[in-house]
């Protein structure tokens, strides 16, 4: 059913590493999806991909001090999880980003790079308008689970590697069909809601960032988060003669909605495709 769609989205579906070394020289990595949205560079994700940005930031600011206060012979206990260093890999290369929009309420990140990187893109997602969905819609969300990308930092040109035979990185889609609508309060500046789409799959570690869309590759949402919910039943399992009973949940999906979407892009000049059904 997805099989149009499939080969539609992953033209536009790429894979964005997170890469940080700490204070202790520790090295940590992780994975995540972004969406090519035009030819002047512009991307899209989730904005918790990029939460350790401003950790980072903010960290560079703490370093500072501490490296004045051992100047000065002051006694300090460091941090040993200070991010010294600290790369966004898109597609596996470390880009520069010319321009970023993040909002962290909506989960929702816009970055432009250099669009000569992006030379060969060609398919780009059409963002369906929000007055056209309906729940019970069939949707697949597509990204990079079930991949551990294990970094390593070279200390002499202080540039992060991923380790031989990381990429390609497989695609990995999963379907369900779009439940409801969540509102989750209003924006901070009073002047949109935070409003999310939901769906019966959750999505999987490593898609966050990436696109759910329709059987025609319309883009729907951006996958953003899990929500696990209570079904108000207790199961029963025998373990080592012993009756256990569990509470059982149901795990849905939950995505930036497409009002939300072409909302921000609208604000920001940002050109889309969008479409309607």
């Not at 950790?55 to 600011?61: E, S």
């Not at 990185?169 to 609508?181: H, K, Q």
């Not at 988060?225 to 039943?233: A, D, E, H, M, R």
Request: hydrophobic share 40%; net charge neutral; charged share 15%.
């Amino acid at each position: 059913m997805f099989n149009k769609a499939y080969n539609i989205a992953n033209k536009y579906t790429h894979p964005l590493v997170v890469a940080m070394r700490f204070f202790d020289g520790a090295v940590e990595s992780g994975l995540g999806s972004y969406v090519v949205l035009n030819k002047e560079g512009w991307l899209m994700s989730a904005a918790h991909n990029l939460g350790a940005a401003f950790r980072f930031n903010q960290h560079k600011d703490e370093l500072k001090i501490y490296e004045q206060n051992k100047v000065q012979n002051l006694s300090v206990i460091p941090n040993n999880k200070w991010i010294t260093d600290f790369a966004i890999l898109l597609s596996g290369q470390k880009i520069n980003i010319l321009e970023s929009h993040i909002y962290q309420e909506h989960d929702l990140a816009f970055l432009r790079i250099d669009p000569s990187i992006l030379n060969g893109q060609t398919i780009f997602p059409k963002i369906i308008n929000s007055n056209s969905i309906s729940p019970g819609t069939s949707l697949c969300k597509l990204g990079f689970p079930f991949v551990e990308v294990r970094a390593t930092f070279d200390t002499n040109t202080k540039s992060f590697i991923l380790p031989p035979n990381t990429l390609p990185i497989p695609l990995f889609p999963i379907e369900g069909i779009y439940t409801r609508n969540m509102k989750m309060g209003k924006s901070q500046d009073g002047t949109m809601d935070i409003l999310f789409l939901e769906t019966s799959s959750p999505g999987l570690k490593g898609q966050s960032g990436g696109p759910i869309f329709d059987t025609e590759g319309t883009l729907y949402a951006i996958q953003s988060q899990n929500l696990t919910i209570p079904l108000g039943f207790k199961g029963s399992i025998e373990v080592n003669g012993q009756m256990i009973e569990e509470n059982q949940f149901f795990n849905v999906g939950i995505g930036v909605h497409p009002f939300t979407i072409e909302t921000l892009l609208k604000r920001h000049g940002i050109g889309y495709e969008s479409m309607s059904v």
